[in-house]
């Protein structure tokens, strides 16, 4: 049987979209029921090995019910629902957050390299945005009930634009989306990254590259 050119062309368009799919799907599908994390494993996997035995609390998680404290540097606090905290997500691709923010407070730029993440406005005002590669800034502020999404991987900040508290709950399509601070990451990495890069890299001398670190150091 002779295959035609739009034959060819359709077999072609159906297998890139299979492999897009395969690209940006977050974490791979579950091939049991469920697959509890035994947290204290010393075997390494790409995600936690199932535990033998497990119960209803391995599912549970009561953490994002009250505000976090928000009185720190930057005015804002993280509390993930991730797999660290409900066992039972492993496997499952989602999991969850609560950002808390002080009057002005700012949850710096950063990014998630395993997923997609969308937040819902609980109270309060923020101004949110993500920047592409080609470095283009798409922002917006959202107010009470309103959705906004940063893609996958994108550096991205949220800012409480009022006098008062703000809070949104985040949803993620990992289990463990991971976060980096680009700040943090950048100038308070263990080994140090040299101060003669970063001077070089923000266009600054060693001796605020010296500063910035002093400022952004773990507190012993």
């Known amino acids: 049987m002779e295959i035609g050119p739009r034959t060819v062309a359709t077999v072609v368009t159906v297998m890139s979209f299979a492999i897009f799919l395969g690209i940006v799907s977050a974490d791979p599908d579950m091939l049991q029921d469920v697959c509890v994390a035994d947290l204290a ?122 006098h008062a508290p703000a809070a949104v709950i985040a949803a993620f399509n990992s289990q463990l989306p991971g976060t980096q601070a680009i700040a943090t990451a950048l100038f308070a990495a263990k080994p140090t990254v040299p101060d003669d890069v970063l001077a070089k890299a923000f266009q600054i001398d060693t001796k605020e590259v010296k500063m910035i670190k002093a400022k952004l150091a773990p507190k012993s």
């Open 41 to 162: 494993s010393k075997v390494k996997v790409n995600g936690f090995p199932c535990k033998a035995d497990f119960n209803e609390t391995d599912f549970f998680f009561n953490g994002l019910a009250k505000p976090g404290l928000t009185n720190n540097t930057l005015g804002s606090l993280v509390t993930g629902a991730n797999v660290q905290k409900i066992p039972g997500l492993n496997t499952l691709g989602v999991s969850m957050a609560r950002i808390d923010y002080a009057p002005f407070g700012l949850n710096p730029p950063h990014t998630h390299p395993r997923a997609t993440e969308m937040v819902f406005v609980l109270y309060g005002e923020l101004h949110v945005g993500f920047i592409t590669t080609a470095n283009v800034l798409v922002a917006k502020t959202i107010k009470a009930g309103e959705i906004f999404v940063f893609p996958r991987g994108l550096v991205h900040f949220q800012k409480n634009v009022q």
